[in-house]
């Protein structure tokens, strides 16, 4: 089964909620540029029911180059993840 895509996500929920499509769309990228800003602000943004962006810092480590078995050094550096939240864990599995 094919995934769905962002047109038939938009048309879907279009449909669902009694709105324009353009309406969703603009309604999604504004939640979208907002989860963005907050998780560079404060650290995380929460999406209720689904989950939370949450900004990490990683410590420096030890690595190993695949190619020559060297012993490399990686650098401390801050990537952002997704936790899944519990309901949706649930209803999902």
């Known amino acids: 089964m094919p995934k769905m895509t962002k047109s038939q996500m938009m048309s879907e929920l279009s449909e669902?909620?009694?709105?324009?499509?353009?309406?969703?769309?603009?309604?999604?990228?504004?939640?979208?540029?907002?989860?963005?800003?907050?998780?560079?602000?404060?650290?995380?943004f929460t999406i209720p029911g689904v989950g939370k962006l949450v900004k990490v810092k990683r410590k420096a480590r030890q690595g190993r180059n695949p190619a020559t078995g060297e012993t490399i050094q990686i650098p401390a550096k801050t990537v952002v993840k997704f936790r899944v939240a519990k309901a949706a864990k649930e209803a999902v599995l």
């Open 16 to 44: 669902k909620c009694g709105l324009a499509k353009k309406d969703v769309i603009s309604l999604m990228d504004e939640m979208i540029a907002l989860a963005y800003k907050e998780v560079k602000k404060n650290g995380e």
